[in-house]
């Protein structure tokens, strides 16, 4: 923008120009601004020759280098050197600055280098959905939800651009960090921000600066200083010390939370108390950088120079990702999946190790959020933007490791998933079946079809490719699978007869064995049509071929030893005796005849009955789980409701059957069910459209044997090793896991145990034989045994969660067919099962867990529900009582299909009852979960008579919008905030006075006892 020239020259000097503005045109006007041309200043510092001096693009600095193997940066309006760049053993020649990017270039002696000046990373900081940041001398507020940017206020001037920032939202204060060349010269600024905003002419407010390499808030009225002895300081608003603490050797400190801080040296980070004064954890990593936490504060993200390490608040490592170019920035997408930027790409990582590319970049960016499919960024040049990335394969990938398998479903059905990088992972996790629903390429969908097991895909897949290859692999398959159908298609087609001749020998198929020795002599395979006479025992077909091929002898033995004595003389006549003698058959020989199939094996080979995958029964279902897993969910297989279910005619008007409200029987014939509350007289308007080791003694000196010692069994070492209860009970210590279970969860009543124990501590043990006439080995089955010393080794698993899991699929049948007594068996059975697991994960505890309150719900409820049958229906007050449980039932957790059946049986019951209000309630719930169009039809005309006369005739103990538990005892709602006592197993709750006695739920635990709670969580492996 001025009239200026810079030169340098063999004098060590850089000369600044000042020439006149009337200049000439052609050769001699440049001669002509050279005559007119003065001298302004001179920078002096190089101590060689300079070769090359430039103008920085869009800063008021000259760059300049020279053969004393220097770089120089120059303050143009000071003429001071500001920075230094030194090679030792190259001389520098030229220099050029990029015309848009922030980047030079210097040629010396043996190449090139290139390099930036200052640091291009902006300081900022969220708060909310608030981004402060620094630009240029003022700090900015950016508001991400409206795109509102505006100017807070102006800064103090400084040499050096702000480094760090640190904002108290609670204060309204800030602090920001300036690093000079000298690390020593460090200083930083606390600012309190100005109440009233003036983005067209921000405040300038003075702030309180002191030397300090890094300033963090660590309380609402508090702040660490790093200074420049690397020792930190505790300072209050007023920029006052209040205390010095002793830290670890750092270089560096980061936020960590409140009172806590992160300690950074050269390959490691340490979680260190501020205020208890001790470190807490650390985690070994190069030299880190930069540190983002997710906005509960549970994981962390160090990024180092070419690492991304994700680990827990107490510095556990769960993944680390290594990069070959620079990690910029990163931030926390809402799932837990953590989004960073490299030089030129935007990547996310999971928990769990799996990393990858979301997009490219042309520059590179800072990341300060992420939302739904949209990245707010800083650009170099402290520009807010806003960048656009497909999600959909990071969430993909979580929603498979966190078993969220209705959005794995949906992704599959709507997002283009495609390509082998998604195929490959879906396969090396374990879940070909997912990826066989999107592929469509038919070899790929064979090989995925084959590595789940899935035939029948296998098949459509091999007919559309045709390929020899294909069916063999399919045979394969399929005969390890016993799909014999199969395996004779696949032989067909490959024309491997041989194999198919085989085939069916094994399954009895005689007539199609016939067939195939017909076409081997056609085909002239005189091996295959002996090998089929063979297998079908025809003697005759056999001699036959044996004359026919030259082999006489074997013929001629052959038909006499199976009685053809009119074929063996025949042979005999055809031949020389004299020259080629027969053999005679050899004296005793039996005849060669295979035993003949008792059946033909027309059906497949039976397979073991394993449970649908999640994929498939969404697939085949299409309806959404709820609950901890998809084997926690009852299936609505379309059977319908029978047994306990709806048999509660009330007869209200009296007991020869005058009741208006008759119950009728449903015309799908659900028997006994649900539908026979359902058909209710409505006026016509209404109608609607329709082994440890042994220790030797000593031998002493005088030769005396002294006999081993007898080791401690390994069981001795499972009581050591363990707390659970099942351990002690596979130890056979059943003294010590009845303590545990009293202890644990307040079991005081063990008979139902018995059982239990019998069978589990069956499996601890196992038999082998040795030598022969020896005493069997006994052995105890480890589940550590790889790596287990003689005292460290814990039972093996017996008993596993999906084994129960599966059972209660059983007892959610049950229930759906009124069976409930089966069921409360099936129930309970599982709920006392729970104590004796061993599971290895937090997620399998809470899973248990939740099946623990699931078997507790049920239990409750068909307790009430059978108590509710038996009560008499006489008078009104009964009758009341009645409709109160049956309202109750329908506040327990149920499965949804339970859930439609308990309000139907509550609405037809209030509809009889006249309570037309709280019948409508029950209608309006049973909507909502979205029941048969039948039903759906008739309780909306049961809605429509209820919304005409919204009045309850009768009161009760029934508030359905103040939440309450049952007790299990008195089937009595229990308010919140009534006291109430808990059964420590199954978590029933009870009304005061049922203290002390044992739980009518789970039937073992003492009401209202003080337990440590459920333990059943080990390391297995």
């Not at 693009?57 to 220097?70: A, C, F, G, H, T």
């Amino acid at each position: 923008t001025m009239p200026l020239i810079v030169s340098g020259a063999d004098d060590r000097q850089i000369k600044l120009w000042r020439m006149n503005d009337n200049k000439s045109h052609g050769l001699g006007g440049v001669h002509s601004a050279l005559r007119d041309a003065w001298e302004v200043d001179t920078c002096r510092g190089h101590y060689n020759n300079v070769s090359c001096a430039i103008f920085h693009p869009r800063q008021e600095l000259i760059l300049s280098n020279s053969e004393d193997k220097s770089i120089r940066v120059w303050d143009m309006s000071k003429r001071t050197c500001l920075h230094t760049f030194r090679r030792e053993h190259d001389r520098f020649w030229v220099i050029a600055g990029h015309p848009t990017l922030n980047l030079f270039a210097a040629g010396h002696d043996a190449g090139m280098v290139i390099f930036k000046l200052e640091r291009e990373r902006p300081a900022h900081a969220l708060a909310g959905n608030l981004l402060y940041y620094v630009k240029e001398k003022y700090l900015r507020k950016l508001d991400l939800t409206t795109s509102r940017d505006t100017a807070v206020m102006q800064l103090r001037a400084g040499r050096s651009p702000v480094y760090s920032m640190s904002y108290n939202q609670a204060e309204n204060a800030v602090l920001l960090c300036t690093r000079a060349a000298n690390a020593e010269n460090s200083t930083y600024d606390l600012y309190a921000m100005p109440k009233e905003e003036n983005s067209s002419n921000p405040d300038a407010p003075e702030g309180k600066r002191s030397s300090g390499l890094t300033a963090i808030w660590v309380a609402r009225n508090r702040f660490a200083v790093l200074d420049k002895s690397h020792s930190l300081v505790i300072k209050n608003l007023k920029n006052e010390v209040t205390k010095k603490v002793t830290i670890p050797n750092c270089d560096e400190i980061f936020y960590a939370g409140t009172g806590m801080l992160l300690l950074r040296d050269t390959d490691a980070v340490t979680l260190f108390d501020v205020q208890q004064k001790r470190s807490l954890g650390q985690v070994k990593i190069p030299k880190c950088r930069y540190v983002v936490w997710s906005a509960d504060m549970a994981t962390v993200a160090l990024l180092s120079k070419h690492v991304v390490t994700i680990a827990t608040r107490k510095l556990e490592v769960l993944c680390s990702v290594h990069e070959n170019t620079r990690v910029k920035s990163g931030t926390w997408d809402d799932s837990g999946v953590f989004v960073y930027t490299t030089s030129n790409h935007i990547k996310y990582a999971i928990t769990n190790g799996d990393h990858g590319i979301i997009r490219t970049l042309d520059l590179p960016v800072y990341l300060t959020r992420i939302k739904g499919a949209q990245v707010f960024c800083l650009d170099r040049e402290c520009k807010p933007r806003v960048l656009t990335i497909d999600p959909t394969e990071y969430r993909f990938k979580l929603a498979l490791v966190n078993r969220k398998y209705e959005e794995v479903l949906h992704m599959v059905r709507n997002a283009k998933l495609v390509g082998q990088s998604i195929i490959a992972y879906l396969q090396q996790k374990g879940y070909p079946e997912v990826a066989l629903h999107f592929v469509k390429d038919e070899k790929t969908r064979f090989g995925l079809a084959l590595e789940c097991s899935n035939i029948e895909a296998a098949l459509d897949a091999a007919k559309s490719l045709d390929d020899k290859d294909c069916w063999e692999k399919l045979g394969e398959a399929a005969l390890l699978q016993g799909n014999h159908q199969v395996v004779e298609m696949c032989y067909q087609r490959t024309k491997n007869f041989d194999k198919l001749s085989f085939l069916y020998l094994i399954t009895g198929n005689l007539d199609k064995l016939k067939k195939m020795m017909k076409i081997a002599e056609i085909r002239k395979d005189t091996s295959g049509h002996f090998q089929n006479a063979l297998y079908l025992g025809d003697v005759e077909e056999r001699v036959k071929v044996l004359a026919g091929c030259g082999q006489t002898s074997l013929a001629y033995l052959t038909a006499a030893t199976h009685g053809l004595h009119d074929e063996a003389e025949k042979i005999k006549e055809g031949v020389d005796t004299e020259k080629t003698p027969l053999p005679s058959p050899a004296p005793g020989a039996r005849l060669l005849q295979p035993p003949p199939p008792i059946a033909q094996s027309e059906q497949n080979w039976p397979l073991l009955t394993v449970s649908r995958g999640f994929f498939d029964s969404a697939m085949i279902a299409g309806k959404k789980s709820e609950g901890v897993s998809a084997g926690l969910v009852a299936e609505d297989d379309g059977e319908e409701a029978a047994g306990g279910w709806g048999d509660d005619d009330l007869g209200l008007d009296d007991e020869d059957g005058g009741d208006e409200f008759k119950d009728a029987e449903d015309d799908d014939g659900e028997g006994d069910g649900w539908a026979a509350e359902d058909d209710i007289e409505l006026p016509p308007d209404l109608d609607l459209v329709s082994s440890p080791k042994v220790d030797e003694g000593p031998a002493t000196d005088d030769g005396y044997f002294v006999a081993p010692v007898r080791g401690v069994p390994p069981t001795q070492h499972w009581c050591n090793n363990s707390s659970l209860p099942v351990d002690h009970v596979l130890a056979g210590n059943v003294e010590s896991a009845c303590r545990l279970l009293h202890d644990q969860v307040g079991v005081v009543d063990f008979s139902p145990y018995k059982q239990h124990f019998l069978s589990t501590f069956s499996r601890s043990r196992t038999t082998f034989s040795c030598l022969a006439s020896t005493p069997s080995l006994p052995h105890h089955p480890q589940s550590n045994w790889k790596d287990a010393a003689a005292k460290t080794g814990m039972p093996a698993v017996g008993m596993k969660l999906s084994d129960l899991v599966s059972r209660l699929q059983s007892a959610y049948q049950l229930t759906t067919s009124g069976k409930f007594t089966e069921a409360l068996t099936n129930f309970r059975s599982i709920l006392l099962s729970i104590p004796l697991l061993v599971v290895e994960t937090k997620a399998e505890e809470q899973e248990a867990q939740q099946l623990l309150a699931i078997c507790s719900s049920y239990l409750v409820g068909l307790a009430m529900e059978g108590k509710r049958k038996e009560l008499p229906k006489g008078t009104v007050a009964e009758q009341v009582r009645v409709c109160e449980m049956a309202a109750y039932f329908t506040h327990c957790n149920l499965q949804p299909v339970h859930q439609i059946l308990t309000l139907r049986t509550a609405l037809n019951l209030f509809f009889k009852l006249k309570n037309f209000k709280t019948a409508g309630s029950f209608a309006r719930r049973l909507l909502e979960l979205g029941p048969k169009p039948e039903v759906a039809q008739q309780t909306r005309k049961i809605l429509q008579a209820c919304d005409k006369n919204p009045t309850d005739e009768h009161k009760m103990n029934y508030d359905e919008h103040n939440p309450f538990d049952i007790c299990a005892a008195s089937f009595v709602p229990i308010y919140k905030g009534a006291e109430c006592e808990s059964a420590p197993l199954s978590g029933a709750k009870y009304c005061p006075q049922f203290k002390g006695e044992v739980c009518r739920v789970d039937g073992v635990s003492q009401i209202g006892k003080g337990v440590a709670g459920l333990k059943i969580r080990r390391k297995i492996k």
